[in-house]
T-cell receptor, first 115, second 111 residues
């Protein structure tokens, strides 16, 4: 299967700071990437859809000014959590559509802890 | 929009036994049904998928069945091993590239 790399795998930051998470498709070009948030023992919650070269589409209830998404190339999408607060602590996961455009491959996730 | 229900939420089996996880979906236009395995602290891993023009697909110890008429699909794991312990998610895709996920099943395989 296709490889999606996500970094960092975990990050601890102080309240008020910004954190950037990178998602790379290593062996294929991904025109569409997705960002999810997952709370303990819960399912994946779609935050936004990221298309290369265009603005991300955010799901209802997700603050676009707080969760900045950039998809500047066919292999890289970034999520920046701006002015992070403890309630933003969560497991964030990116995914990318594979070559055929049907199979969805996930990164390894980023555990964010805001103190 | 699509709605995917997954049962059971937790499943405990003895090593060597079979495990079955069931999902139902609401949108009859859905045509692609993947299953993901998520281990603790990691991202979901695609383990098997099936398209709507196929009724069953098997890959070694795992198999997926699809009943389009009833709008449900199932994951079957035979000869379970402790390393099969994880959370499993089903998903369905209708129009576009959006996947809708089930709530997840925590599988525990007791040695």
């Amino acid at each position: 299967g296709a490889v999606v790399s996500q970094h960092p795998s975990w990050v601890i930051c102080k309240s008020g700071t910004s954190v950037k998470i990178e998602c790379r498709s290593l062996d294929f070009q991904a025109t569409t990437m997705f960002w999810y948030r997952q709370f303990p023992k819960q399912s994946l919650m779609l935050m936004a859809t990221s298309n290369e070269g265009s603005k991300a589409t955010y799901e209802q209830g997700v603050e676009k000014d707080k969760f900045l998404i950039n998809h500047a190339s066919l292999t890289l999408s970034t999520l920046t959590v701006t002015s992070a607060h403890p309630e933003d602590s969560s497991f964030y996961i990116c995914s990318a559509l594979g070559r055929i455009g049907e199979k969805l491959f996930f990164g390894s996730g980023t555990q964010l802890s805001v103190l | 929009g699509e709605n995917v229900e997954q049962h059971p939420s937790t499943l405990s089996v003895q090593e060597g036994d079979s495990a079955v996880i069931k999902c139902t979906y609401s949108d009859s236009a859905s045509n692609y049904f993947p299953w993901y395995k998520q281990e603790l602290g990691k991202g979901p891993q695609l383990i098997i998928d099936i398209r709507s023009n196929v009724g069953e697909k098997k890959d070694q110890r795992i198999a997926v069945t699809l009943n389009k008429t009833a709008k449900h699909f199932s994951l079957h794991i035979t000869e379970t091993q402790p390393e099969d312990s994880a959370v499993y998610f089903c998903a369905a895709k209708a129009a576009g590239n959006m996947l809708t996920f089930g709530g997840g099943t925590r599988l525990m395989v007791k040695p």
